[in-house]
């Protein structure tokens, strides 16, 4: 899950200096974010610094990081003409920074903790598009696939196989696994996952370099879950809303599971923190394929050391099994 | 689910003569509004028109409603200090109009369709306290249930003993049934529902007067939906985010359940509303005991023909089983 951030004063310095999107375009700066948490936390991986709306700049839509607010898209995506109105999508010529931002710390890591990529799925990421920002019940999203249902399969498509080449790009440039970010994806009833967003996050998974486990990410998911099981990945992540073993078994045991501990029980004490994490190691059973994680990104008025005290707890309990 | 509202052009005319506060604390107005889709709309029920919070009113916080962005709490409750601050509710002085209200809604509709009262649930209702109005990831209110479980706890209880009240005066007025709203319950993780919620919703069914039926509702309660039947409710609420047959599965066939079309549906064309209508039906499998509704109340911006296309929808179906 996303471990760089505003509760690091070290990514605030640096933010001082930098917009958010200019610190997504420079590859030193994007690097030395992603590196930021490995000493100060003790994770097991890196996350590579980037943001899922990068790759959709080259569409045309005025794209902007406004102060507070988050992305905002100038001119949304509502429409079949909308759609067909698209630039297309250079994945080289769009994020080559994110490409060699993930070389720079692939050298800088030099093995001892893996690398992981990311990018949005084609349902959140379209859903900023039409929406053009952030929403609350997506309501223009749902219109438009209920309204223009070919319209937003072609929409999907262009996001699916921009995502599979960006992802691969990212592969190529030295990341060891995938997320596949799912975010907003908990808002749709079950049968609208499976017509609108199913086989465009298969499109995706399925074009995955070989051998490259991806990890399959969404919230508010617990009755979407055999679905995006269906649609792939081979860790599901699950968030806080569901008791992991209960998310496990409804995905299957023989798909691992990343989560899932509520990103807001890191305000709580370090000894409220300790007992949620070993619920969440118990409910886990000891079984092989359980991936410690939050159930969605560290916010920012967390305290980094009880980040710390968690990802200490987790490996002295674990150790323990 | 609520069906009076800004959809509704005569609501809308209303509304130029009475602010929402006004409209709730006139019995005269509130009936008006609360009657309104009964003939427009040929509903098979009719809810009370109120506001979930109007009984906190009492307490102190300084509660408004702003124009355009809902209710908002000028004193939040965020410490014990706080809760032993609160004044106490007293329900009979607190909202006599709502009382007054369904008095002149009972005597309306003698007897053409059943009355629906409702109130929300502790944990809804405190969240607006904690957070000083509506949000989208609950921090403050988790970050007091982790902190003050203590002060937490009396704070439920002070609710939950408002609300049984509360329900039990609109019962007295008339209404034949209540639905309890805990419209953000499912920001939580299930266990944290269990310490934390769990004890106080059940405390309000339990005070309900004896053979009146009682609804259980949430949003996004996939994960939470064995909890909530346990908390009680002769029917469960379920919204879209779940496929009906799954939900009543989880929550046992010997409770009902109401649901669960998604609002934003509405928008649809008619022809797709009949068919999602139809396949709820289906997944209802004919059996006794399924409450059809919205998952979750009206959109502002739904054409109201489609509103009276899936009444009639739902009368024809039903009517072939």
């Known amino acids: 899950m996303r471990q760089a951030g ?48 990068l790759i959709v700049e080259p569409l045309g839509v005025g794209l902007e990081f406004s102060r507070g607010e988050g992305p905002v898209i100038a001119r949304p995506v509502r429409s079949a003409a909308h759609v067909a109105a ?11 920074f ?15 903790v893996p690398l992981i990529g990311f ?54 440039a030295g990341v060891a696994m995938v997320q596949i970010f799912d975010s907003w994806v908990g808002a749709l009833a079950p049968d609208d996952y499976r017509a609108y967003v199913l086989p465009h996050t298969r499109d995706v998974i399925k074009a995955i370099s070989p051998g490259v486990p991806v990890i399959h990410f969404g919230t508010g998911t617990a009755g979407l879950l055999p679905l995006m099981r269906e649609a792939g ?16 078994r409804t995905v299957g045991h023989d798909v691992a599971v990343q989560g899932n501990l509520d990103p807001v029980a890191l305000l709580a004490s370090p000894a409220e923190i300790r007992r949620r994490a070993a619920d969440i190691l118990e409910r886990a059973g000891g079984r092989p394929g359980h991936v410690f994680n939050l159930g969605h990104g560290v916010l920012q008025q967390t305290p980094v050391d009880h980040v710390r005290a968690l990802v200490d707890t987790v490996h002295e309990l674990s150790a323990r099994r």
Chains 1, 2 share one sequence.
């Open 86 to 96: 698209l630039s297309p999508i250079d994945v080289e010529t769009a994020v080559p």
């Open 233 to 248: 990945g081979d860790v599901i992540g699950l968030d806080w809303r569901v008791a992991l073993d209960d998310g496990w």
């Open 6 to 53: 505003r509760y690091l004063p070290e990514y605030r310095a640096l933010r001082e200096r930098f917009s958010f999107l200019e610190l997504c375009r420079n590859p030193d700066a994007a690097a030395e974010v992603t590196l930021q948490p490995i000493e100060r936390l003790g994770v097991d991986g890196a996350i590579l610094f980037a943001d899922i709306l």
């Open 119 to 172: 990018a949005g799925a084609p349902f959140t990421v379209a859903s900023y598009l039409v929406e053009g920002g952030a929403s609350r019940d997506f309501v223009e999203t749902k219109r438009f696939m209920y309204a223009e249902p070919e319209a937003w399969h072609r929409l999907l498509n262009i996001l699916s196989t921009a995502t599979a080449r960006y992802l691969n790009g990212q592969i190529a």
């Open 98 to 112: 994110v490409f060699e931002a993930a070389r720079r710390v692939t050298r800088a890591l030099g093995g001892r």
